[in-house]
């Protein structure tokens, strides 16, 4: 009955351990971006976290993406640029991507 017992608590706390890194690695919010359309789509704000390679921004679809570059505050702000080029100016981008072809 011991040994049940002590299995039982060992897989609880294997369980408990293993959840709360999964969430570590994905940390809480960093902040918020806003991204704002270079072709008349409106604008869009959406939160930033720190991720295990580098920051990410929560498309309003509810997906995590990396951003461009490594920095949250940098003077290019990848993160908004991110979000513009996902989720605003999607299409535009892929045409200018691509040379004028869709």
């Known amino acids: 009955m ?5 299995a039982i608590s060992l897989a609880i706390a294997m369980t ?10 994905a940390g809480a919010y960093a902040g ?8 008349g789509n409106g604008a869009v704000r959406a939160p930033v976290r720190v991720a295990q390679f580098g920051y990410q921004v929560k498309l309003p679809g509810g997906s995590w993406i990396y951003c461009t570059q490594s ?11 991110t979000l513009r080029r996902q989720h605003l100016d999607f299409w535009e981008s892929q045409q200018d991507d691509h040379g004028g072809r869709r």
Request: a positive charge; hydrophobic letters at 35%.
């Open 71 to 81: 920095g949250f505050f940098s003077r290019s702000h990848p993160c908004s640029d």
């Open 2 to 6: 011991a040994f049940n017992r002590t």
């Open 16 to 25: 408990v351990m293993f959840s709360s890194f999964s969430v570590s690695l």
């Open 32 to 39: 918020y971006v806003t991204a704002r359309s270079d072709y």
